[in-house]
């Protein structure tokens, strides 16, 4: 019981950094790829 809780305090935690982390690099790509609908930082 005490590791599937701390499996979904581990997933509740790290969740927003990787989709912050996803985006990030997502933006990098689509600038250096000369989109012209991203938004600058």
């Known amino acids: 019981m ?3 809780i ?3 305090i581990f997933v509740t ?3 927003p950094v990787t989709l ?3 985006a990030r ?3 990098y790509r ?3 790829a000369g989109e012209t609908d ?3 930082e």
């Open 6 to 8: 701390l499996i979904g």
């Open 38 to 40: 991203v938004p600058k």
């Open 25 to 27: 690099a997502a933006l």
């Open 30 to 32: 689509d600038r250096r």
């Open 13 to 15: 935690l790290t969740t």
């Open 20 to 22: 912050m982390l996803l």
């Open 2 to 4: 005490v590791h599937e």
